[in-house]
């Protein structure tokens, strides 16, 4: 075995340790998001919408969209971006209708309801960044740097399924 090989081995363990370390951090911050949602909506009384379910009217916005194109954005689980769409158009926060070209397909926007809570969400969200810009919990640059991290794995994981067939 090579000197260089010799440094290389505790440089790999490191790098493990910090990659098992990163993918529980995502799963737990993935976890404690939709707790802050959840606590937030209890706060305003909405107690008929899972923090899910929140979230995905936030990402739809002000897009008229698939639950293919969701799914494919990699916001959303098949079944489960299918069931949450059907009770969300049962509750009336989802407008849905078929597209006129492709019978298949379903195109979904938010109703006047749906867009009320996605408002709830950006204001949320809102709060947080400036509660953080003025409290110096984090600062712009390290958000930032983090962002770009964050975007580099999702861009390394997006590769590895490609290259597995």
Known sequence: MSFQQD????????T????????????????LLLDVIKDEF??????????????????IADHEVTASELKSRGYYQGSNVSYNLKKLV??????????????????????????????RVASLFERHSVQLEESGVIAF?????????????ERFWGEQIRYIY
């Open 16 to 31: 493990l340790v910090r990659y098992l370390d990163s993918v529980a951090l995502l799963e737990r911050m993935h976890r």
């Open 7 to 14: 440094m290389g081995a505790p440089v790999r363990k490191q």
């Open 141 to 153: 640059a390290t958000l930032d740097e983090a962002v770009r991290a964050l975007k580099r794995l």
């Open 90 to 119: 049962e509750m009336g926060y989802i407008h849905h209708q078929r597209c006129a070209i492709d019978r298949r397909s379903v195109r979904i926007r938010l109703t006047a309801k749906g867009q009320a809570i996605h408002d």
């Open 42 to 59: 209890e706060r305003l009384g909405i107690m008929n919408i899972n923090p899910v379910q929140a979230l995905l009217l936030f990402n």
